[in-house]
């Protein structure tokens, strides 16, 4: 430093004034840094991905802010900050981010199409969400460098990802327009996606009688719903008689008969997913049988899944005052 003496005290104010502000600038550039790296987790929901987009922006004009105060910007230490604070910038226009997005909505457009019953729609989306996901993970790179994880294969994927996904309507949603043609016509399939879909369709017209029979290999559906000692569950009526003969031959009274008056009317169905090979296990509610088998049958969230099909009654009191 060159101060003159006669500048002593003054600028010895202004200097500490501006290493003040860059401290700031600083506390601003690590939060923003932070809030720019939610964007580079593949599993963001869309949640996130509109905070951060929202927070963004706001922090780079608080940046600009400080700034364009005295001293700020000339201040050695200044461009360090100001890496972070682009690196976040960058973020909202990565095509990483894009996808992120493109991902959210796909995963949303699955969902109502699960609910309509439309199952290539549910595959097609799934898979536009799957491939996104994994690209923004390829992505993770290095932030303040810029320096992308990406092949030039992933960019092609990425460009091709969303491409599809203008086709298929799920970009338009972002003006809050619900995405996706409603109509029979839709965008060319993949064939692996179209016998994906009619998989599924084949599925859902086998769980159209009901609950397949608990009994091993028996291919029955429709089963009844039955009880024995306080335990529920579904046995088809040709397998009922083998189903006593066995709780004879293991020391029980062969009495499993059908639940007197059936499953009740509003009674809901919970469908537990576990991990037939470690550990986790997940719930989904139904409201009827034939939605029941068929979630047992097409979700699959662990590669050894297992299900078991249970009635809850709507009736039944909360333990809960
Ligand atoms: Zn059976």
Same mark, same amino acid.
């Given at each position: 430093?060159?101060?003159?003496?006669?500048?002593?005290?003054?600028?010895?104010?202004?200097?500490?004034?501006?290493?003040?502000?860059?401290?700031?600038?600083?506390?601003?550039?690590?939060?923003?840094?932070?809030?720019?790296?939610?964007?580079?987790?593949?599993?963001?929901?869309?949640?996130?991905?509109?905070?951060?987009?929202?927070?963004?922006?706001?922090?780079?004009?608080?940046?600009?802010?400080?700034?364009?105060?005295?001293?700020?910007?000339?201040?050695?230490?200044?461009?360090?900050?100001?890496?972070?604070?682009?690196?976040?910038?960058?973020?909202?226009?990565?095509?990483?981010?894009?996808?992120?997005?493109?991902?959210?909505?796909?995963?949303?457009?699955?969902?109502?199409?699960?609910?309509?019953?439309?199952?290539?729609?549910?595959?097609?989306?799934?898979?536009?969400?799957?491939?996104?996901?994994?690209?923004?993970?390829?992505?993770?790179?290095?932030?303040?460098?810029?320096?992308?994880?990406?092949?030039?294969?992933?960019?092609?994927?990425?460009?091709?990802?969303?491409?599809?996904?203008?086709?298929?309507?799920?970009?338009?949603?972002?003006?809050?327009?619900?995405?996706?043609? =409603? &109509?029979? /016509?839709?965008?060319? $399939?993949?064939?692996?996606? #179209?016998? +994906? %879909?009619?998989?599924? *369709?084949? @599925?859902?017209?086998?769980?159209?009688?009901?609950?397949?029979?608990?009994?091993?290999?028996?291919?029955?559906?429709?089963?009844?719903?039955?009880?024995?000692?306080?335990?529920?569950?579904?046995?088809?009526?040709?397998?009922?008689?083998?189903?006593?003969?066995?709780?004879?031959?293991?020391?029980?009274?062969?009495?499993?008969?059908?639940?007197?008056?059936?499953?009740?009317?509003?009674?809901?169905?919970?469908?537990?997913?576990?991990?037939? =090979? &470690?550990? /986790?296990?997940?719930? $989904?509610?139904?409201?009827? #049988?034939? +939605? %029941?088998?068929?979630? *047992?049958? @097409?979700?699959?969230?662990?590669?050894?899944?297992?299900?078991?099909?249970?009635?809850?009654?709507?009736?039944?009191?909360?333990?809960?005052?």
């Amino acid at each position: 430093m060159t101060t003159t003496p006669a500048r002593g005290p003054a600028a010895a104010r202004a200097a500490a004034e501006t290493d003040r502000q860059v401290r700031r600038l600083y506390r601003l550039a690590y939060r923003v840094h932070s809030i720019g790296n939610t964007l580079a987790d593949p599993d963001a929901t869309a949640g996130t991905v509109a905070r951060a987009t929202a927070r963004i922006p706001r922090a780079l004009s608080a940046a600009k802010r400080l700034l364009a105060l005295p001293g700020v910007a000339d201040h050695d230490e200044t461009p360090y900050a100001l890496g972070f604070v682009h690196a976040a910038e960058r973020r909202l226009t990565d095509p990483a981010t894009r996808l992120l997005t493109v991902a959210n909505a796909a995963r949303a457009a699955a969902a109502r199409a699960a609910a309509d019953g439309d199952d290539l729609r549910v595959v097609v989306f799934r898979d536009i969400e799957e491939r996104s996901r994994h690209l923004v993970g390829a992505a993770r790179g290095e932030p303040v460098s810029g320096r992308r994880g990406w092949t030039r294969q992933d960019r092609t994927a990425s460009d091709t990802l969303q491409r599809q996904a203008a086709q298929w309507g799920l970009t338009a949603g972002t003006d809050g327009r619900p995405p996706g043609p =409603a &109509g029979p /016509g839709h965008p060319p $399939v993949p064939a692996r996606l #179209a016998r +994906e %879909a009619a998989d599924r *369709a084949a @599925t859902r017209a086998r769980c159209a009688p009901g609950i397949r029979c608990e009994r091993p290999a028996c291919p029955a559906y429709g089963a009844l719903w039955v009880e024995h000692g306080g335990r529920r569950w579904f046995v088809c009526a040709r397998c009922l008689p083998a189903e006593n003969a066995d709780l004879r031959a293991r020391g029980f009274r062969p009495d499993a008969k059908p639940v007197p008056g059936g499953v009740p009317e509003g009674a809901r169905f919970s469908v537990r997913l576990y991990n037939a =090979a &470690g550990r /986790g296990a997940r719930a $989904v509610e139904c409201g009827t #049988a034939q +939605e %029941a088998q068929f979630i *047992a049958e @097409t979700e699959r969230p662990f590669n050894n899944t297992g299900y078991e099909i249970s009635v809850r009654y709507a009736s039944r009191p909360s333990a809960r005052p």
